[in-house]
């Protein structure tokens, strides 16, 4: 019996990591907010090694590379969580309510969608984004 439960612990050990391995490497890339009437849209770029930065051109202090904010991210059970969190501006994408993730409700290789809360009353709103080519 025990050999069954250690096994069948094994399966599903190698399913979840295989899922978390698939979204992660799914993610990787630069996305930017699809929603026209945005005032001022950012965008996510997800690095292969965990590093993540967020652009926004109204926020940011350079004009060529417009950072307000950078950190370290981590894929799990459909979120994605920010930690080691660097902020430039006053933009701050998850708000100032102390939460440290979004959930991430759809993710293809074209397309992701998000619900992001933050601010009073933890107000939640979707976020549509699209990915753009990277030059090389």
């Known amino acids: 019996m025990k050999k069954v439960l250690r096994f069948n612990y094994l399966l599903y050990s190698i399913f979840l990591c295989f899922g978390c391995s698939t979204q992660a490497s799914s993610i990787v890339g630069d996305w930017s907010l699809i929603e026209k009437n945005t005032g001022c849209p950012y965008s996510i770029l997800f690095r292969k090694n965990g590093v993540y930065e967020i652009l926004n051109d ?75 080519s990277l030059k090389k």
């Open 58 to 132: 109204c926020y940011g202090f350079d004009p060529k590379l417009p950072i307000v904010e950078k950190g370290r991210f981590y894929i799990g059970n459909n979120e994605i969580s920010f930690t080691k969190r660097e902020i430039f501006s006053e933009y701050n994408f998850l708000g100032s309510n102390g939460l440290s993730s979004v959930k991430i409700l759809s993710l293809n290789d074209k397309e992701l969608v998000i619900s992001v809360c933050s601010g009073v009353n933890n107000k939640c709103s979707i976020d549509r984004l699209i990915k753009r």
